[in-house]
């Protein structure tokens, strides 16, 4: 049984605000730098990035990636984040995800999917898609039964599952009868673990944390990563050890950022110069004081 520091959340240099040093070689070489074992491909949708990444790469161990280069010892999951803006019941919904597949023709299966749908897999390394949560989940599993599910960072405001201006109140509002099969989710930057153990009904679900890296920089690289214990190192180890369903593979620990530090720890303004603990934003009606605008970012529901 070994570890494997794991950072399996990260974007290219093809994705909207990201760095153009975003390749695999930089990533490589932050990953490494900051104690890395596996890495994500990212943005596998895109492609000029999927492209690059079918030349470089290697697959070494079963649905395990490398450089081709000698020496080369990151090993890379072929992943990407999709991201969907959907309408229900007459309100706008945006989520985030993380996806990740164990081989390129289940990558292939997928751009063909996203192209039929009419999304502009070119225009971003994190591709818009227009449709349910469910739905995007369901494609997921018509593409590869052993894909990875992961909602991504689950409390950001604006595009995650309990998001405060886009989310919902449970996983099962979101994702129906195909709950089951998503069996982690991030936390994001700006919550921990402990903060999600609040939450009673996250309980069935691995809590995962990764850096959501948009540079090339060891301070973002590896900022948030999760520890595994493998029997073997495969992509199919790698999804019991998240599955948590056996004890042999298992998540060992997390490594977090200081959530404090996190965007959107606490409510605010940051041209008002106020920040808000939840107890002083509900007692405000989530209003800033300073300009009387509404501050309300992170759920309050993880904190009561």
Same mark, same amino acid.
């Not at 502009?120 to 994190?126: E, L, P």
């Not at 818009?128 to 990875?148: F, N, Q, S, T, W």
């Not at 520890?227 to 298992?250: G, Q, Y």
């Not at 509900?282 to 300073?290: I, L």
């Given at each position: 049984m070994k570890e494997f520091f794991v950072d399996l959340h990260v974007h290219s240099k093809y994705s909207r605000a990201c760095s153009k040093q975003l390749d695999l070689e930089h990533l490589a070489a932050c990953g490494a730098q900051k104690g890395l074992d596996i890495i994500a491909s990212a943005d596998i949708t895109h492609p000029k990035w999927l492209s690059e990444i079918k030349e470089k790469l290697i697959e070494v161990t079963p649905g395990i990636f490398a450089l081709k280069k000698d020496g080369a010892t990151m090993r890379f999951v072929l992943s990407t984040e999709l991201s969907s803006i959907f309408s229900r019941d007459g309100k706008c919904y945006r989520m985030h995800y993380v996806i990740m597949?164990?081989?390129?023709?289940?990558? !292939?299966?997928?751009?063909?999917?996203?192209?039929?749908?009419?999304?502009?897999?070119?225009?971003?390394?994190?591709?818009?898609?227009? #449709?349910?949560?469910?739905?995007?989940?369901?494609?997921?599993?018509?593409? !590869?039964?052993?894909? #990875?599910?992961?909602?991504?960072?689950?409390?950001?405001?604006?595009?995650?599952?309990?998001?405060? $201006?886009?989310?919902?109140?449970s996983m099962e509002d979101a994702f129906g009868d195909l709950t089951p099969h998503i069996f982690a989710v991030e936390t994001g930057l700006s919550s921990d673990p402990q903060m999600n153990w609040r939450l009673s009904q996250l309980d069935p679900f691995s809590l995962v944390s990764f850096s959501d890296a948009h540079s090339a920089q060891p301070h973002r690289v590896g900022?948030?990563?999760? %520890?595994?214990?493998?029997?073997?190192?495969?992509?199919?180890?790698?999804?019991?050890?998240? !599955?948590?369903?056996?004890?042999?593979?298992?998540? %060992?620990?997390? #490594?977090?950022? @200081?959530?404090?530090?996190?965007? @959107? $720890?606490?409510?605010? $303004?940051?041209?008002?110069?106020?920040?808000?603990?939840?107890?002083?934003?509900?007692?405000?009606? @989530?209003?800033?004081?300073?300009?009387?605008?509404? %501050?309300?970012?992170?759920r309050c529901m993880m904190y009561v």
């Open positions: 597949f164990p081989s390129f023709l289940s990558v !292939d299966r997928l751009v063909r999917k996203l192209l039929l749908l009419g999304v502009n897999v070119a225009s971003d390394g994190r591709p818009i898609l227009g #449709i349910d949560p469910k739905e995007v989940l369901r494609m997921v599993l018509e593409v !590869d039964e052993h894909a #990875i599910f992961i909602p991504a960072h689950i409390w950001t405001p604006w595009f995650s599952v309990f998001g405060s $201006h886009s989310g919902f109140e900022r948030e990563a999760t %520890v595994l214990k493998l029997e073997e190192l495969s992509f199919l180890h790698i999804k019991k050890a998240l !599955d948590r369903k056996e004890k042999k593979n298992t998540i %060992v620990r997390t #490594i977090e950022f @200081y959530p404090e530090e996190g965007k @959107y $720890h606490f409510d605010g $303004h940051r041209i008002c110069g106020v920040c808000l603990s939840p107890k002083e934003s509900k007692k405000n009606k @989530y209003m800033c004081p300073a300009c009387g605008k509404g %501050v309300k970012s992170m």
